[in-house]
């Protein structure tokens, strides 16, 4: 009997300890679960960029630039392009709520001919999760 009672009491406090509300976080634990509900935002000066008319075999480049108007750091992941002909730079560095950041994008105009529509798409840990910028532009053999 003695030992059921014992067997009973150390259940009970189990139960209690794994029932009771974790009011003690740590500052790492506080951190963690405030990144989880808070994010960074882009804010893009523009998503769009024409590049007009450009010779054919030109490289051109432009930057977008955004403004991070979320809570959080945002952190870019990767970059994707729809081709190889359109490669982007960017920092690898967190932008920091209200810290601008930047986009570069080249283009290699090599091989193309007439309309061009490429896209960048943007993977990072925003409220956006994938984000699309876009160039456009008209390749023209002769200007």
Request: glycine letters at 8%; proline letters at 3%; a negative charge.
């Amino acid at each position: 009997m003695k030992h059921l009672i014992y067997i009973v009491a150390a259940m009970l406090m189990v139960a209690a300890c794994t029932s009771a509300p974790q009011g003690n976080q740590t500052a790492e634990q506080q951190q963690s679960t405030d990144s989880i509900v808070k994010k960074g935002s882009f804010k893009f000066d523009t998503t769009v960029f024409n590049f007009g008319n450009i010779l054919e075999g030109e490289q051109v480049s432009t930057e977008f630039s955004y403004l991070n108007t979320g809570k959080a750091d945002i952190i870019i992941s990767k970059i994707e392009t729809s081709c190889g002909c359109t490669v982007p730079e960017y920092d690898k560095d967190p932008v920091k709520p209200g810290n601008r950041g930047s986009i570069r994008v080249r283009f290699d105009s090599n091989g193309k001919s007439g309309t061009q529509y490429k896209t960048i798409r943007i993977f990072s840990n925003s409220e956006e999760d994938i984000f699309e910028l876009v160039i456009t532009g008209e390749v023209k053999h002769e200007l």
